[in-house]
Nanobody, 133 residues
Framework: QVQLVESGGGSVQTGGSLRLSCAAS????????????LGWFRQAPGKEREGVAV????????YYADSVRGRFTISRDRATNTLNLQMNNLKREDTAMYYC??????????????????????WGQGTQVTVSS
């Protein structure tokens, strides 16, 4: 069973930056590093959850929502099993609860590359990001 714990949320003014982190535990570290797809999703009050950024197992490719591309950067630190999301030039519309997600099944990973988390097995508890002008 994988446990995910997010941190780094907070309040910031428009144009500011935040760095979210997601620490993983409860699973074999080598398998987590090599076979899990990881991602960040967010949900604002009254809105559906949306995918923000995903990094599949393996190396190289990342996927971003159009609304954050060029401003957000997802990365994984394999040594510490930590997933990060660097958020720059934040906008009010980025205000939401941000969730870390992980899965290792092929179907869920494929959905995650489309920023769809409907079948993702593991979720963190969320960290709030509030952007004000």
């Amino acid at each position: 069973q994988v446990q995910l714990v997010e941190s780094g949320g907070g309040s910031v003014q428009t144009g500011g930056s935040l760095r979210l982190s997601c620490a993983a535990s409860g699973y074999d570290y080598s398998a987590y590093r090599s076979s899990f797809c990881l991602g960040w999703f967010r949900q604002a009050p009254g809105k559906e959850r949306e995918g923000v950024a995903v990094i599949p197992a393996g190396i190289g490719k990342t996927y971003y929502a159009d609304s954050v591309r060029g401003r957000f950067t997802i990365s994984r630190d394999r040594a510490t099993n930590t997933l990060n999301l660097q958020m720059n030039n934040l906008k009010r519309e980025d205000t939401a609860m941000y969730y870390c997600a992980a899965d290792r099944t092929a179907s869920a990973c494929l959905q995650m590359t489309a920023l769809d988390g409907r079948d993702v097995a593991y979720w963190g508890q969320g960290t709030q990001v509030t952007v004000s002008s």
